[in-house]
C-alpha cells in the first residue's frame, strides 16, 4: 500500500512509412526502459501487461516487453512484473487496470479500459488520430505523445504532471463518461420512436 503501481502496455510497431523506422523503434524501446529505470527508482512499482497477445507478431505485445525488459539492468528486472495471461476476458483485463494508480498506453484499449476504472493513463500514439482524438474529446489532450516522440525525459515530467494534477484529470474522465452515458440514453430513446 505504500507503493504505488503503474501499468505499462507496448506493441511492436513498425514505425511504416518512416526512412529511420528501426531507429525509431529501437529508441522507442529504450527510452520505455529508461523511463521504468526511473520510475523505479521513485519508489513505483511496475508491471509489463501484455495486453494483446497477437494472432500475428505484429500484434504481440510479449515481444516489445520482453524487449523492454532484456533492456534493463538486473536491478531494475528484480522489481519488474510482467503479466501475460491468454485466459483473461475483456472485462478481468479492465478490472486489472482498476488495481493501478497509473496506466502508460501504447495500446489505446489499455487506456480505455483504465479510463472506465477512472485510473489515470497516458496514451502513446501511433498510426492515426484515435488516441489524440479520443483524449481531446475527454479534454486531456496533453496526456498524449506520439510513440515516434516518446523519451523517458518526456514521460517522466507527464507522470509528475498528472500525480499533481489527479483530481483535475479524473474530474475530467467522470465528466466525459456522464457526457457519454447521456448520448447513450438519447440515442435509445431516439430508437424507440
Known amino acids: 500500500k505504500e507503493k504505488k503501481n503503474i501499468a505499462i502496455t507496448l506493441r511492436p510497431y513498425r514505425f511504416d512509412g518512416f526512412v529511420n523506422a528501426d531507429r525509431l523503434y529501437n529508441s522507442y524501446l529504450t527510452e520505455m526502459s529508461n523511463f521504468v529505470s526511473h520510475q523505479i527508482d521513485k519508489g513505483y512499482d511496475v508491471t509489463l501487461m501484455a495486453h494483446t497477445l497477437g494472432p500475428s507478431a505484429h500484434e504481440d505485445d510479449r515481444l516489445a516487453l520482453n524487449e523492454v525488459y532484456h533492456f534493463l539492468s538486473d536491478k531494475y528486472k528484480k522489481s519488474i512484473i510482467y503479466l501475460e495471461d491468454f485466459e483473461l476476458d475483456c ?103
Open 91 to 193: 472485462r478481468q483485463i479492465q478490472k486489472l487496470y482498476s488495481y493501478y494508480d497509473l496506466v502508460i498506453g501504447t495500446r489505446f484499449h489499455s487506456v480505455i479500459f483504465a479510463l472506465n476504472e477512472n485510473t489515470p493513463s497516458i496514451a502513446i500514439a501511433y498510426g492515426g488520430n484515435k488516441s489524440y482524438g479520443i483524449m481531446q474529446d475527454i479534454g486531456l489532450p496533453e496526456y498524449v505523445i506520439g510513440i515516434e516522440k516518446v523519451t523517458s525525459f518526456e514521460l517522466d515530467l507527464l507522470v509528475e504532471k498528472l500525480e499533481s494534477e489527479k483530481a483535475y484529470y479524473i474530474d475530467k474522465v467522470r465528466r466525459y463518461q456522464n457526457l457519454l452515458e447521456k448520448n447513450r440514453i438519447e440515442l435509445i430513446n431516439s430508437i424507440k420512436i
